[in-house]
């Protein structure tokens, strides 16, 4: 099994930037998923979370209202839409799957990593 984040790259604080995920060799559509990053010289963090069906979705606090989770089953594909991006929003972007059908904020629970994709907000 196979993530893959992409759609990274360098924006302006204020713009905007839209993450895809995809996986191969694993169908996410009847997984929870998520989206965690890791800015420089800090932990990896929890950004934000989706059920299988996009029924539920939860974000942290730094992101609520900016950033919005989304998931498109038949295209077997998690997205991240970015707004009124912050510098402190640069970091490295991870998708990961869990095994099961509900969204988490744990990073324990998550079984399957994509290999990040990085953003950078100039200020």
């Known amino acids: 099994v196979q993530l893959q984040a992409f759609g990274g790259g360098l924006v302006q604080a204020g713009g905007s930037l839209r993450l895809s995920c995809t996986a191969s060799g694993r169908t996410l559509s009847r997984s929870g998923a998520g989206w965690f990053r890791r800015a420089p010289g800090k932990e990896r963090e929890f950004v934000a979370t989706i059920t299988w069906d996009g029924g539920s979705t939860r974000y942290a606090d730094s992101v609520k209202r900016r950033f919005t989770i989304s998931r498109d089953n038949a295209k077997n594909t998690v997205h991240l839409q970015m707004n009124s991006l912050k510098s402190e929003d640069t970091a490295v972007y991870y998708c990961?799957?869990?095994?099961?059908?509900?969204?988490?904020?744990?990073?324990?629970?998550?079984?399957?990593w994509g290999q990040g994709t990085l953003v950078t907000v100039s200020s």
């Open positions: 990961a799957s869990v095994v099961g059908l509900g969204a988490s904020m744990k990073e324990n629970e998550y079984v399957y």
